[in-house]
Every structure is written in C-alpha cells, then in structure tokens.
C-alpha cells in the first residue's frame, strides 16, 4: 500500500524576517495539497531582541547557548511572537493551522544537552521517539497544519531551546512510519553554495562523501553543517526525500522530482 505524501517544511533565514516575503512563501505553503507540517526558526529576531535588553547572543557551531536569559527571549519570540505571526498569516491564506511548542499537548519532549566540550545551557536534544506522533496525526487528519516553533519540555517543567532543523528532522523521522515523508528546508539561499556569495553556484546533491570533503575545504561550514547532518539522519531514517533550497521557491522544491535547490543523498 502506498503511503500518502507528508511535506515537512522547515523555515528559518531572512525569510522570517521580512514580512512581505513570509506571507508570499506563506501562501504557496497552504497551496501543497498533501498534508504538511511547518517548521520555524527566527535567530535573527530574538538575536535583535536581546541586543535590546543588553544580553549577548552566543554562537557555537551554528548553535546558540543558552542561558535563563535567553531562554526567556526565544520562548518569547519563537513561540509567541514568530509563530503566532505565522499562524495568524497561514489563517488569511485559507489554511487552518495550529501553533505548537514541544509542551503543548506533550507533542515533543527534550532532555537537557549534556555538558560536554561546551556548555548549551538550557538547550534540548530530541529524537523521533521524542515525537507525540499520535496526536500530530490527529490534527493532519483533520486539515490543520501544525506550526512548530523549536521550543520543548523536558516533562519536568523546564522549556528547553532546540535547534529547528532538528525538530523539523525528528518530526519527519517520527512520521515517516505512517507516511511518505519529504523534508524540505527553504530559507534565503537557492541552495547549498559553492560559493556564498555567488547564488548560481548552487551545489545540486550532496552525498555523504561529498559532505567530508565539503566540510574539510571550507565549502560547507557553520549553521549549514548542523542543517545537513539532520539531513543525512533523516534519510538514514526512511524520510524519502530532502530538498535545500530558496524558500521562496517552495512549491519547486516541493515537485517531485524538485526543479530547483540542493538534493542530499545517498
């Protein structure tokens, strides 16, 4: 029996931020016919907000510590102000959608990242069993798109920040049992670059081997190397397809096959 298609879109980049860019990628979103799931960042945001309370933004390999400070802004921006914006939006393009933290309804629940090498802070790791996958397909069921923001529980009553692409690859991974998941992470770039400051240098796939040799030259570095290691994983976990591309190009990236962005496979 063949699944039924589930598109799992990932958002983040400059996209959020620009509000007239956000409702165009906002309505070819409510345009995919299949069900699907929207997932969001907005770095970029709470970074803009805590510049304006005076706490410093902290960067580590693409990843942000975080501290109680912190923490309060990115629940503040991620699961209010970003998602709620884009809820509201998803509304005023004919698409019923519900915004959801990792603590609503226990969709998804998170363990504090240990200290290792680098102290995260309040910073969650997930996996596919952390998913609520009953109650995901519930709603799907019911034409209603979850909107998830990457904030968790630990079901101990702390919020933990988690990283998007993770959240979004561990949503597709918990679904892909019951679906013919396609993973799809649109921001501002046409792709995985060659060259980031040449938007025709567009990498078209990327394999495992490609990767190492990517990552070892410089090529692939930063917050694309987390975004591609949840790739890989999520292929590795029977997700059917993963597409890096412009987000506003999205219905392109979500054709089969895709006409635009960068392919990561085996």
Not at 180 to 201: C, H, M, W
Request: glycine letters at 8%; proline letters at 4%; hydrophobic letters at 45%.
């Amino acid at each position: 029996m063949n699944k039924q298609t589930l598109f799992v879109v990932k958002i983040g980049g400059n996209v959020i931020d620009k509000q007239h860019d956000l409702e165009h990628f906002l309505t070819q979103f409510a345009q995919i016919p299949n069900p699907k799931i929207l997932v969001h960042g907005g770095g970029k945001i709470a970074t803009e907000f805590s510049k304006q309370l005076g706490i410093e933004a902290v960067m580590v390999n693409g990843r942000r510590v975080t501290d109680e400070a912190m923490l309060k802004i990115v629940v503040m921006v991620y699961a209010g102000l970003v998602n709620k914006n884009i809820v509201a939006l998803l509304q005023k393009a004919n698409q019923n959608a519900i915004g959801l933290s990792g603590a609503d309804a226990n969709v998804i629940q998170a363990t504090r990242r240990p200290v290792q090498e680098i102290d995260y802070g309040l910073v969650g790791d997930i996996s596919p069993e952390s998913v609520n996958t009953a109650f995901v397909k519930t709603i799907l069921a019911q034409d209603i798109s979850p909107v998830f923001s990457p904030i968790a529980h630990d079901a101990q009553g702390q919020l933990l920040n988690i990283n998007a692409d993770t959240i979004a690859a561990s949503v597709a991974k918990a679904l892909s049992q019951d679906y013919a998941v396609r993973l799809i992470y649109g921001f501002e770039k046409a792709g995985v670059l060659q060259n980031p400051t040449d938007e025709t240098s567009v990498i078209n796939s990327i394999t495992p081997q490609s990767y190492e040799s990517y990552k070892q030259s410089g090529v692939i570095s930063g917050g694309m190397i987390p975004k591609l290691d949840n790739a890989f994983d999520a292929l590795q976990a029977g997700v059917s397809l993963v597409q890096i591309g412009d987000a506003m190009q999205l219905l392109d990236l979500c054709k089969n096959p895709p006409v635009s962005g960068t392919a990561i496979s085996f």
